[in-house]
């Protein structure tokens, strides 16, 4: 365990609490996540961050890098459930419910803050705006996932996929990772694949529909929205009202 003065980002100097998306904290809010936390972890991309049903007595919020959620049959056919960014609680199943159904892999090198999941009922009895703001991540993360779910229900491959671009830029804007319709994509067309619900014969043809329809270009593992009206229509897509959000 680090000790928290030797901690590379202090939680009153977090730069993710210098972007406007982020709700600010009160002095004795602050001051407790700074007791909360234990640590910091690098994580290499492709490492395992949170396993499936490994019970770690740690939680973790994602400071710089991408990560995904993703879930497998005993086949090894997988789910990717969604795609996580800075400033998300990655491992709150695991504090409430003392299981993870789902395992967490970092897409690129990452860095996270680490809290003992053991502290988290202290949140709730102490800290009534700190335990709104896990009740609020915990309800996001159900809102995205019924976004998810209706494109692999009642959406079209080519629906699901212009969804997703959709969603994938708004939300690496909010944080710095997406300017002028442009975004890193550090993932493959077989995270794509596992995360539309189709083969990676068809996530290829779709992609190359687009890409000829110029709704969007992909190249040099970055992604550009050519043509955000369109996708918009084709994917019945409406941007998400700017919220605030918490960070712990």
């Known amino acids: ?58 939680i973790y919020t994602l400071l710089e890098g991408w990560a995904f959620r993703h879930t497998s049959l005993a086949d090894g056919r997988r789910q990717v459930l969604n795609f996580a960014l800075p400033g998300d609680l990655l491992g709150l199943q695991l504090a409430v419910l003392n299981e993870m159904q789902h395992t967490v892999t970092a897409l690129t090198d990452t860095t996270l803050c680490v809290f003992q999941k053991d502290k988290v009922w202290s949140v709730f009895k102490d800290y009534p705006g700190l335990a709104f703001s896990m009740t609020w991540m915990a309800s996001r993360e159900e809102q995205l996932i019924d976004g998810h779910l209706l494109s692999l229900g009642r959406r079209n491959a080519q629906e699901r ?68 009206e369109g996708l918009e229509d084709l994917a019945a897509y409406e941007r998400d009202v700017k919220t605030l959000r918490p960070l712990i």
């Open 161 to 228: 996929l212009a969804y997703l671009l959709l969603h994938l830029h708004d939300r690496a804007e909010t944080v710095g990772y997406a300017q002028n319709q442009s975004f890193d994509a550090p993932f493959t067309q077989a995270h794509l694949s596992d995360a539309l619900g189709i083969t990676p014969v068809h996530t290829n043809r779709t992609i190359r529909t687009l890409q000829s329809e110029n709704y969007f270009s992909w190249k040099q593992n970055r992604i550009r929205i050519l043509n955000r």
């Open 1 to 58: 365990m680090t000790d928290s003065m030797n901690f590379k980002t202090k939680c009153h100097a977090c730069p993710l609490r210098q972007k406007d998306v982020f709700r600010q904290f009160e002095d004795r809010e602050l001051d407790f996540v700074a007791k909360f936390k234990t640590g910091e972890l690098q994580v290499e991309a492709g490492s395992t961050i949170i396993l499936e049903d490994n019970k770690t007595p740690h």
